[in-house]
Protein backbone atom coordinates (compact mmCIF):
# COMPACT_ATOMS: atom_id res chain seq x y z
CA UNK A 1 0.00 0.00 0.00
CA UNK A 2 1.53 3.06 -0.43
CA UNK A 3 1.42 5.39 2.69
CA UNK A 4 3.72 8.09 3.92
CA UNK A 5 7.13 6.43 5.25
CA UNK A 6 10.91 7.14 4.38
CA UNK A 7 11.80 9.46 2.23
CA UNK A 8 15.93 9.05 1.84
CA UNK A 9 18.07 5.66 1.20
CA UNK A 10 20.45 4.31 3.61
CA UNK A 11 22.40 1.28 3.97
CA UNK A 12 21.90 -1.34 6.67
CA UNK A 13 25.17 -2.17 8.71
CA UNK A 14 24.16 -3.98 11.18
CA UNK A 15 26.20 -2.28 13.55
CA UNK A 16 25.21 -2.66 17.56
CA UNK A 17 23.11 0.09 18.51
CA UNK A 18 24.51 2.65 21.41
CA UNK A 19 24.38 1.34 24.87
CA UNK A 20 22.29 1.93 27.52
CA UNK A 21 23.48 4.48 29.18
CA UNK A 22 25.34 5.85 26.56
CA UNK A 23 25.32 9.72 25.88
CA UNK A 24 23.70 9.22 21.88
CA UNK A 25 21.29 7.51 20.36
CA UNK A 26 21.66 5.10 17.77
CA UNK A 27 19.62 3.97 14.53
CA UNK A 28 19.71 0.29 13.41
CA UNK A 29 19.01 1.43 9.99
CA UNK A 30 21.89 3.47 9.26
CA UNK A 31 23.55 3.00 12.16
CA UNK A 32 24.31 6.92 12.72
CA UNK A 33 24.30 8.45 15.84
CA UNK A 34 21.01 10.50 16.49
CA UNK A 35 21.20 13.12 19.11
CA UNK A 36 17.36 13.54 18.99
CA UNK A 37 14.54 11.35 17.22
CA UNK A 38 12.25 13.24 15.91
CA UNK A 39 8.40 13.49 16.24
CA UNK A 40 6.18 11.85 13.46
CA UNK A 41 2.87 10.48 13.02
CA UNK A 42 -0.89 11.48 14.79
CA UNK A 43 -0.24 12.29 17.36
CA UNK A 44 3.36 13.20 16.95
CA UNK A 45 5.62 11.72 19.22
CA UNK A 46 9.97 11.15 19.36
CA UNK A 47 11.40 8.28 17.04
CA UNK A 48 11.76 9.16 13.56
CA UNK A 49 15.33 8.71 12.50
CA UNK A 50 16.54 12.17 11.60
CA UNK A 51 19.28 10.93 8.87
CA UNK A 52 17.52 7.66 7.17
CA UNK A 53 13.55 8.78 8.23
CA UNK A 54 13.31 5.25 10.04
CA UNK A 55 10.20 4.92 12.40
CA UNK A 56 10.94 2.96 15.18
CA UNK A 57 8.48 -0.17 14.22
CA UNK A 58 10.51 0.12 10.71
CA UNK A 59 13.53 -0.57 13.09
CA UNK A 60 12.25 -3.30 15.03
CA UNK A 61 10.92 -5.09 12.27
CA UNK A 62 14.86 -5.03 10.32
CA UNK A 63 16.28 -6.18 13.69
CA UNK A 64 13.29 -8.80 14.19
CA UNK A 65 14.32 -10.17 10.70
CA UNK A 66 17.90 -10.10 11.30
CA UNK A 67 18.59 -11.68 13.95
CA UNK A 68 15.48 -13.87 14.35
CA UNK A 69 13.63 -14.78 10.98
CA UNK A 70 16.24 -15.17 8.60
CA UNK A 71 18.78 -17.50 10.24
CA UNK A 72 16.01 -20.00 10.18
CA UNK A 73 15.69 -19.40 6.26
CA UNK A 74 17.47 -21.31 3.52
CA UNK A 75 18.12 -21.50 0.05
CA UNK A 76 15.21 -22.41 -1.77
CA UNK A 77 12.51 -20.83 0.93
CA UNK A 78 10.48 -18.28 -0.38
CA UNK A 79 9.33 -14.58 1.25
CA UNK A 80 6.29 -12.87 0.80
CA UNK A 81 5.64 -9.10 1.27
CA UNK A 82 1.99 -7.57 0.57
CA UNK A 83 1.71 -4.26 0.19
CA UNK A 84 5.77 -3.11 0.72
CA UNK A 85 6.17 0.67 1.98
CA UNK A 86 9.23 2.61 0.04
CA UNK A 87 11.35 1.80 3.47
CA UNK A 88 10.48 -1.78 2.88
CA UNK A 89 11.46 -1.59 -1.36
CA UNK A 90 15.06 0.16 0.33
CA UNK A 91 15.33 -1.83 3.22
CA UNK A 92 13.37 -5.08 3.59
CA UNK A 93 11.81 -7.09 0.68
CA UNK A 94 14.16 -4.88 -1.88
CA UNK A 95 17.53 -5.79 0.35
CA UNK A 96 19.18 -9.21 0.62
CA UNK A 97 18.05 -9.07 4.39
CA UNK A 98 16.10 -12.45 4.36
CA UNK A 99 19.02 -13.81 2.06
CA UNK A 100 19.29 -16.33 0.92
CA UNK A 101 15.39 -17.08 0.42
CA UNK A 102 13.76 -15.71 -2.55
CA UNK A 103 11.51 -12.54 -1.91
CA UNK A 104 8.40 -11.84 -3.81
CA UNK A 105 6.40 -8.43 -3.26
CA UNK A 106 3.15 -7.99 -4.52
CA UNK A 107 0.40 -4.74 -4.52
CA UNK A 108 -2.78 -3.66 -6.43
CA UNK A 109 0.04 -1.89 -8.93
CA UNK A 110 3.26 -1.06 -9.53
CA UNK A 111 4.24 2.12 -7.67
CA UNK A 112 7.42 4.17 -8.24
CA UNK A 113 8.83 2.79 -5.26
CA UNK A 114 8.93 -0.90 -6.47
CA UNK A 115 11.04 -0.05 -9.08
CA UNK A 116 13.83 -0.44 -6.96
CA UNK A 117 13.28 -4.04 -6.15
CA UNK A 118 15.67 -5.28 -8.31
CA UNK A 119 17.72 -8.22 -7.99
CA UNK A 120 16.37 -8.39 -4.53
CA UNK A 121 13.25 -8.89 -4.84
CA UNK A 122 10.42 -9.53 -7.67
CA UNK A 123 7.00 -7.02 -8.16
CA UNK A 124 3.59 -8.77 -8.73
CA UNK A 125 1.22 -7.31 -9.49
CA UNK A 126 -1.82 -8.73 -7.59
CA UNK A 127 -4.77 -8.12 -4.74
CA UNK A 128 -4.07 -9.18 -1.57
CA UNK A 129 -7.47 -11.02 -1.44
CA UNK A 130 -6.85 -13.06 -4.93
CA UNK A 131 -2.56 -14.42 -4.25
CA UNK A 132 -1.43 -15.96 -7.59
CA UNK A 133 0.31 -18.33 -6.45
CA UNK A 134 -0.45 -21.90 -5.55
CA UNK A 135 -1.03 -23.25 -1.79
CA UNK A 136 1.66 -23.98 0.52
CA UNK A 137 4.22 -21.20 -1.40
CA UNK A 138 5.77 -19.56 1.46
CA UNK A 139 7.94 -19.99 4.11
CA UNK A 140 7.24 -16.37 5.50
CA UNK A 141 4.96 -14.02 4.89
CA UNK A 142 4.87 -10.21 6.15
CA UNK A 143 2.01 -8.02 6.44
CA UNK A 144 2.80 -5.37 8.14
CA UNK A 145 0.09 -2.28 8.67
CA UNK A 146 -1.44 -3.47 5.47
CA UNK A 147 -4.71 -4.69 6.16
CA UNK A 148 -6.32 -1.70 7.73
CA UNK A 149 -6.34 -0.73 4.18
CA UNK A 150 -7.61 -3.56 2.02
CA UNK A 151 -11.61 -3.77 2.00
CA UNK A 152 -11.60 -7.31 1.32
CA UNK A 153 -9.58 -7.97 4.18
CA UNK A 154 -11.23 -11.46 5.39
CA UNK A 155 -10.19 -12.59 1.86
CA UNK A 156 -6.46 -11.25 2.40
CA UNK A 157 -6.19 -13.40 5.28
CA UNK A 158 -7.83 -16.60 4.04
CA UNK A 159 -5.51 -16.43 1.18
CA UNK A 160 -2.48 -15.64 3.61
CA UNK A 161 -3.17 -18.51 5.28
CA UNK A 162 -3.54 -20.76 1.78
CA UNK A 163 -0.04 -19.24 0.81
CA UNK A 164 1.63 -20.32 3.88
CA UNK A 165 3.29 -23.39 4.56
CA UNK A 166 2.71 -25.47 7.41
CA UNK A 167 5.95 -24.65 9.07
CA UNK A 168 5.86 -21.17 7.92
CA UNK A 169 4.95 -18.08 9.59
CA UNK A 170 2.65 -14.79 9.10
CA UNK A 171 3.80 -11.29 10.66
CA UNK A 172 0.29 -9.97 9.89
CA UNK A 173 1.05 -7.17 12.58
CA UNK A 174 -1.52 -3.98 13.07
CA UNK A 175 -2.75 -1.28 15.24
CA UNK A 176 -5.52 -2.31 17.08
CA UNK A 177 -7.48 -0.21 18.78
CA UNK A 178 -10.04 -0.36 21.96
CA UNK A 179 -13.92 -1.19 21.23
CA UNK A 180 -14.61 -3.54 17.98
CA UNK A 181 -13.54 -3.43 14.57
CA UNK A 182 -15.31 -0.90 12.02
CA UNK A 183 -14.85 0.90 9.00
CA UNK A 184 -12.78 4.27 8.45
CA UNK A 185 -15.51 5.57 7.32
CA UNK A 186 -17.70 4.59 10.35
CA UNK A 187 -14.83 5.64 12.56
CA UNK A 188 -14.75 9.29 11.06
CA UNK A 189 -18.00 10.04 11.48
CA UNK A 190 -17.49 8.83 15.30
CA UNK A 191 -14.37 11.15 15.43
CA UNK A 192 -14.54 14.03 12.85
CA UNK A 193 -11.60 15.76 14.70
CA UNK A 194 -9.51 12.94 13.05
CA UNK A 195 -8.24 14.34 9.70
CA UNK A 196 -6.47 12.75 6.55
CA UNK A 197 -3.51 12.64 7.96
CA UNK A 198 -4.56 9.99 10.93
CA UNK A 199 -6.32 7.56 8.58
CA UNK A 200 -3.34 8.00 6.28
CA UNK A 201 -1.03 6.68 8.59
CA UNK A 202 -3.53 3.75 10.24
CA UNK A 203 -5.39 2.90 7.88
CA UNK A 204 -8.47 4.06 5.08
CA UNK A 205 -10.17 0.77 4.94
CA UNK A 206 -10.79 -0.36 8.25
CA UNK A 207 -9.74 0.70 12.23
CA UNK A 208 -9.52 -2.85 14.11
CA UNK A 209 -10.52 -3.19 17.32
CA UNK A 210 -10.06 -6.01 20.15
CA UNK A 211 -12.24 -8.59 17.83
CA UNK A 212 -9.38 -8.66 15.33
CA UNK A 213 -7.97 -11.85 16.43
CA UNK A 214 -11.06 -13.78 15.09
CA UNK A 215 -10.71 -12.39 12.09
CA UNK A 216 -7.76 -14.26 11.90
CA UNK A 217 -9.01 -17.10 13.30
CA UNK A 218 -11.42 -17.65 10.98
CA UNK A 219 -8.94 -17.34 7.91
CA UNK A 220 -7.19 -20.11 9.45
CA UNK A 221 -4.77 -18.88 11.49
CA UNK A 222 -3.73 -19.12 15.08
CA UNK A 223 -2.31 -15.61 15.96
CA UNK A 224 0.34 -15.05 19.09
CA UNK A 225 1.39 -11.77 19.87
CA UNK A 226 5.19 -11.64 21.24
CA UNK A 227 7.27 -8.92 22.80
CA UNK A 228 10.24 -8.66 20.63
CA UNK A 229 12.78 -7.76 23.54
CA UNK A 230 11.71 -8.93 26.64
CA UNK A 231 13.05 -7.62 30.48
CA UNK A 232 15.44 -5.09 28.40
CA UNK A 233 16.35 -2.05 30.53
CA UNK A 234 14.19 1.32 29.80
CA UNK A 235 17.75 2.67 28.83
CA UNK A 236 17.74 0.45 25.96
CA UNK A 237 14.38 1.64 24.50
CA UNK A 238 15.30 4.99 24.70
CA UNK A 239 18.72 4.64 23.36
CA UNK A 240 17.23 2.66 20.31
CA UNK A 241 14.08 5.38 19.38
CA UNK A 242 11.86 2.86 20.02
CA UNK A 243 8.56 2.99 22.64
CA UNK A 244 8.35 1.82 25.64
CA UNK A 245 7.20 -1.94 24.78
CA UNK A 246 7.59 -3.49 21.42
CA UNK A 247 5.01 -5.88 20.27
CA UNK A 248 4.22 -7.79 17.19
CA UNK A 249 1.47 -9.94 16.36
CA UNK A 250 2.22 -13.53 14.02
CA UNK A 251 -0.10 -15.97 12.82
CA UNK A 252 0.40 -19.88 11.58
CA UNK A 253 -1.26 -22.87 10.29
CA UNK A 254 0.07 -24.97 12.80
CA UNK A 255 1.95 -24.59 15.78
CA UNK A 256 5.16 -26.13 13.70
CA UNK A 257 5.52 -22.56 12.33
CA UNK A 258 6.01 -21.01 16.33
CA UNK A 259 8.69 -23.33 16.98
CA UNK A 260 10.36 -23.47 13.94
CA UNK A 261 10.80 -19.43 13.75
CA UNK A 262 10.61 -18.88 17.91
CA UNK A 263 11.79 -22.12 19.32
CA UNK A 264 10.50 -25.13 21.27
CA UNK A 265 7.24 -24.09 23.59
CA UNK A 266 6.55 -21.20 21.28
CA UNK A 267 2.68 -21.18 20.13
CA UNK A 268 1.81 -23.54 23.05
CA UNK A 269 0.45 -21.28 25.18
CA UNK A 270 -3.15 -18.79 24.55
CA UNK A 271 -2.27 -15.39 23.83
CA UNK A 272 -3.81 -13.37 27.28
CA UNK A 273 -7.33 -11.62 26.22
CA UNK A 274 -6.79 -7.79 26.64
CA UNK A 275 -7.43 -6.30 30.46
CA UNK A 276 -5.82 -9.39 31.73
CA UNK A 277 -2.31 -8.66 31.53
CA UNK A 278 1.10 -9.15 29.58
CA UNK A 279 1.03 -11.89 27.12
CA UNK A 280 3.87 -14.56 27.87
CA UNK A 281 7.27 -13.97 26.39
CA UNK A 282 8.09 -16.28 24.17
CA UNK A 283 10.22 -14.77 22.32
CA UNK A 284 13.97 -14.91 23.69
CA UNK A 285 15.91 -11.32 23.61
CA UNK A 286 17.22 -10.29 19.56
Given at each position: MDRPDVPARSRITGAPAAPAGHSGMACWICSRSVARFEPYGVPPRPGRCPHCGAKPRSRALVRLVRDRIRPRLAAGDRVLEIGPS????DHVIGSRLFAPARC???DVRRRHHHRRLGAGGRFVAASAAMLAFADASFD????????PYIR?????????ARCLRCDGLAMIDTHRHPGTTR???????????LGGDWFAANGDAWVYGEDFLDRV???????VEKELFPGAPAEFFIANGLKPRVRALFGSRHRSGFRRFFGPGAGERPRVPPGSGPPPNLLPPV
Open positions: RFSAVAVFILCNNTLEDRRALAEITAHAHRREHPGRDAGLEP
